[in-house]
């Protein structure tokens, strides 16, 4: 029996060693050495619809609307799509209509999400690239430039731009969220930029998604992971994507951990209830499909994966204490339990314990994933949901 639990103990491990670490060093690595072919076009240049889809963005949208505005170059259009909202977004927006390029204010739908405002812009873009935003989402100024580079390449459907978080110096707890976040995304991009070297990442952000019209289909019914079922079902049907590094957008940092926690529950669930779908698993494309259960499908199963082998790990160390591999293992989980606690602790405090809050974050997300999992049992639905005040 106690070689069963240690069998399973080792798995688990090493499943979350081979995501975190492992993964990530051999596809960089593999990246480097095999380099990206640029595809050079002598094409004019796509134009562009910007569709921002907002939903009680009174404080915002005027922001989000000038920085649009301040492009280099320019979008052809801007869409804003107002889902529902019951403050002063649309009138807002609609304050933008006399701008020297065309902003249309999409209003007088009841809330239905964003996967539905986006199918209500797409409906009305005229352009050769969707570009989708968040209203809260600020863009460096060569942004669009970025984005259509990619789209050189005629393979290209998809293009996704680099999401980063502005830390509110502000206030400490803020402060150090925004730096964990910032973590995040910074290997996050690593592993993005090497799979889109590689050929095509499996990952996106919808904060930062530019789409060819030919290639948009639109969002079924009741989808959550909106930049996600884009992306999977372009590369399914044989188009690629692609990650534009300097294509930058800015987001301000969640206040708290629990905040940037729902967020992750919420994508957790919408990822899940994904995997269920057929027009999602690239089975024709080999390398998309080890990028895609290496990089998104494993990660759902770290939750489970941290649970299942600190037990085992635990009653292996019980039933056999000679085997002192799994009293280090052991004592390994336990140091990271402590540092997640004491980044628990220096929020509460308002106190700048770097490695502990980022210790923390890691453990919040793996307890919102548990938390996801808990919801789609219960049928939760993710489908509206509440951004905080920004």
């Not at 999400?113 to 060569?142: C, L, P, Q, W």
């Not at 993005?192 to 930062?208: K, N, P, W, Y």
């Not at 494993?298 to 000679?322: E, K, Q, W």
């Amino acid at each position: 029996m106690e070689k069963t639990f240690a069998i399973v103990t080792l798995i688990c491990v090493l499943l979350q060693l081979y995501q975190y670490l492992l993964y990530p060093v051999a596809v960089i690595g593999l990246a480097k050495l095999i380099g990206r072919r640029r595809h050079v076009s002598s094409t004019p240049r796509l134009s562009t619809s910007l569709i921002i889809c907002a939903h009680n963005e009174a404080g915002v949208i005027g922001r989000k609307i000038d920085n649009s505005l301040a492009l280099d170059p320019l979008p052809d259009e801007i869409i804003v799509v107002d889902d529902g909202s019951d403050d002063a977004t649309a009138a807002i927006a609609e304050e933008y209509k006399t701008s020297r390029i065309p902003v249309t204010v999409l209003t007088g739908q009841t809330r239905g999400g964003k996967s539905a405002a986006m199918n209500r812009g797409a409906e009305v873009a005229r352009h050769d690239v969707f570009v989708f935003s968040d209203a809260t989402e600020i863009y460096d100024t060569r942004v669009l430039k970025f984005l259509l580079d990619e789209f050189d390449d005629h393979s290209v459907a998809v293009v996704s731009g680099m999401h980063r978080i502005r830390p509110l110096d502000t206030d400490v707890g803020a402060s150090l969220t925004g730096h964990s976040e910032g973590a995040y995304w910074r290997y996050e991009r690593a592993i993005r930029q090497a799979e889109s070297d590689l050929g095509a990442t499996v990952a996106t952000v919808g904060a930062i998604l530019a789409i060819r019209a030919e290639d948009w289909r639109p969002l079924p019914a009741g989808t959550i992971n909106d930049d996600a079922w884009i992306t999977m079902t372009s590369l399914v049907r044989g188009r690629n994507t692609r990650f534009a590094s300097k294509a930058v957008s800015w987001e301000d940092a969640n206040t708290t951990v629990v905040q940037e926690a729902i967020r992750r529950r919420r994508i957790s669930a919408g990822r899940m209830l994904l995997l269920t779908q057929k027009g999602v698993w690239p089975w024709r494309r080999p390398w998309v499909l080890i990028a895609f259960l290496s990089h998104k499908v494993l990660r759902l199963a770290l939750p489970l994966l941290m649970g299942v082998g600190v037990l085992c790990n635990g009653i292996v160390v019980l039933m056999t204490p000679h085997w002192p591999i799994f009293s280090v293992l052991l004592a390994a989980h336990g140091v990271v339990f402590a540092l997640a606690f004491a980044g628990y602790v220096a929020e509460r405090q308002d106190r700048k314990w770097r490695l502990a809050h980022l210790a923390y974050h890691v453990m919040y997300a793996n307890i919102a994933g548990l938390k996801a999992y808990m919801d789609l049992l219960h049928n939760r639905s993710f489908l509206m949901w509440d951004k905080p005040t920004r």
